[in-house]
């Protein structure tokens, strides 16, 4: 799974969601509790669609586009970072 050996290897990510090109540090990934594959991440560049480019976002999944590897690394996470996010049902990854 790429997106958990991103997470393993702190690397980023880059990706297409919602017509916005995105790049983040992933740090959590899984199952949200209403059932989809989704991503916690912190957003460094790109757009979004609130016009809010930086910060925490949680992306489904299903709608992230042409998901790539980057091969830089981030230093570990992010300020207001929670394990065991409690938006997530089942944790398959995280920092």
């Not at 299903?62 to 049902?89: H, I």
Request: hydrophobic share 35%; aromatic share 12%.
């Amino acid at each position: 799974m790429a997106i958990c050996n991103a997470i393993q290897n702190m690397t980023k990510l880059s990706f297409v969601y919602h017509g916005y090109p995105r790049v983040v540090e992933p740090h959590t990934y899984g199952i949200d509790t209403k059932g989809h594959e989704a991503l916690r991440a912190y957003q460094v560049a790109g757009g979004s669609e609130s016009g809010e480019y930086a910060g925490w976002k949680l992306f489904h999944a299903q709608e992230m586009r042409g998901l790539q590897v980057l091969e830089e690394g981030f230093a570990g996470p992010r300020q207001g970072y929670k394990r065991g996010d409690k938006a997530f049902s089942h944790i398959r990854c995280q920092l």
